[in-house]
Every structure is written in structure tokens, then in C-alpha cells.
């Protein structure tokens, strides 16, 4: 069921909320319900906390392959951009040719539809990454 998947995220899909580590204030994003080095530490204590949506580029890839929902975008640049809070998250970049991007390169989170997912026609939403210059 693709409907209560979407609502369940929704917070996490509009804004970039993450969960913070009250043990060792490492941030994480998607969203982690115990922190996996401090595990017992940090279960039932983390903490929401809304990112910035600003980071680098980490590493990135030009893909050129054709994929359900992208064919008017190809090629499309596909990143792990690391944010301005530590967790790195893979995205989609846009607004930005290929020969541009380049790793260090600031980016900041714009919310973008993303398509349709099933066949209840939901439209998702969700972020990709804009040049931030
Ligand atoms: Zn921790």
C-alpha cells in the first residue's frame, strides 16, 4: 500500500527532519529511531531536529540509462550530497548540466514532485538538490 507509506513519511518527505543522537549528537537522516553506535543509550531519547537542507556534493554519478519516470530528464545526476549536519543523502540533482556539478560543489534541498506511484496515481514529493551558489 503506497498511501499510508506517503503519510507516514510526510513529515520527513517535506521538510528535511532527521533524529539527533542525545548521546553522542550524531544526526541522522532518514529519520533513526536508536542511534546504531550508542543503540541502548539513545533508545526512546532521539531527538527531531529539522535540517538546514544545505550541504555539498560527496560524490555524484551521470546517469544515462532511461528509467520509468526520468525519460524527459536524461541524463540526470544522481549525488550523495554530505549536509551542513553530518548525515549524507542520496538525491537527485537538477537545475544543473552535467559538465557543472562537481564534488565540494554547494547544494541546498528544493522539494520537487517526484511521480506517481501506483495505481492510485499518488503523487509523491520529495526532495532533490539544486546548485547552491
Ligand atoms: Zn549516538
Redesign the pocket.
Known amino acids: 500500500m503506497v498511501v499510508p507509506r506517503v503519510w507516514r513519511e510526510r513529515v520527513a518527505r517535506y521538510r528535511m527532519v532527521g533524529k539527533k543522537?542525545?548521546?553522542?549528537?550524531?544526526v541522522y537522516f532518514p529519520p533513526r529511531d536508536v542511534?546504531?553506535?550508542?543503540?541502548r543509550?539513545?533508545y526512546g531519547k532521539m531527538e527531531d531536529v529539522e535540517l538546514s537542507g544545505r550541504g555539498k556534493v560527496y560524490s555524484y554519478t551521470v546517469v544515462y540509462q532511461n528509467v520509468l519516470g526520468y525519460e524527459l530528464q536524461k541524463p540526470y545526476i544522481m549525488a550523495i550530497v554530505e549536509m551542513e549536519e553530518g548525515p549524507r543523502v542520496t538525491g537527485q540533482i537538477v537545475d544543473c548540466r552535467p559538465e557543472d556539478v562537481e564534488i565540494g560543489m554547494p547544494v541546498r534541498a528544493v522539494f520537487r514532485r517526484l511521480g506517481e506511484e501506483g495505481k492510485d496515481g499518488v503523487i509523491v514529493y520529495g526532495y532533490k538538490f539544486v546548485p547552491d551558489l
Open positions: 543522537c542525545p548521546a553522542c549528537g550524531k542511534c546504531p553506535t550508542c543503540h543509550e539513545s
